[in-house]
């Protein structure tokens, strides 16, 4: 009788196994620790802005003296569209590919699709398969842009109306910057992205830390 149990507690073990990371939360894209980003900027925050050119398109951004796409930039390319986000060695790592009809919020490998006609989440993409949103998404999560009286425009994920997740924040003077936005507020590493070919990482503390 105690085999038989045992059996019994071990195969429903097995079974729930499954059941539990069929349940689990799937992320819109990967949370990258505070700490890794700021070990990356450390390291690429003295390298010099400037543009550089390829067969892929144009690149405005931070380039290290051997002319290698390394750090924050935009590329502004025929077949993705405008890409905005971190770079090492010519390498998207994370950011924004935002294209004539959808916009890829997270890497290559694991990101979140948005519809621009609509604003609307349509799947995460994560390791080469496509996943259905989880429900709460669809009702929370938007991709807009959002115009103020003074002119200035945003660009990128909201939600409930609010700047939050991943953006970029358009000013009437021509400068723009890329960063993470917590209700409305800009939080952690960002680039201000200058006119002039030039651009700045800033730091942006939240109340709670």
Request: with cysteine; aromatic share 20%.
């Amino acid at each position: 009788m105690r085999k038989i149990i045992s059996l019994y507690i071990l195969l429903q073990c097995i079974f729930m196994l499954p059941a539990r990371a069929q349940f689990g939360r799937l992320e819109k894209y990967p949370n990258i620790p505070s700490q890794y980003d700021a070990a990356f900027v450390d390291y690429v925050k003295d390298f010099a802005s400037g543009v550089a050119k390829s067969s892929y398109g144009q690149y405005f951004g931070q380039i290290t003296k051997e002319r290698n796409v390394y750090g924050f930039g935009a590329y502004y390319t025929d077949s993705d569209g405008v890409i905005y986000g971190q770079y090492r060695l010519g390498n998207f790592l994370f950011g924004i590919k935002m294209g004539t009809q959808v916009a890829k919020v997270g890497t290559n490998d694991h990101y979140i699709c948005y519809d621009l006609t609509t604003g609307d989440p349509l799947y995460i993409m994560k390791d080469g398969d496509k996943y259905a949103l989880p429900a709460d998404y669809e009702k929370t999560y938007r991709f807009e842009s959002l115009t103020y009286e003074n002119g200035d425009q945003y660009v990128g994920e909201t939600v409930n109306g609010k700047r939050e997740g991943v953006g970029i924040y358009y000013y009437n003077n021509g400068n723009y910057y890329y960063g993470r936005y917590k209700d409305n507020d800009r939080r952690g590493f960002g680039a201000m992205f200058y006119t002039n070919n030039t651009l700045t990482i800033q730091y942006w503390k939240g109340e709670d830390e």
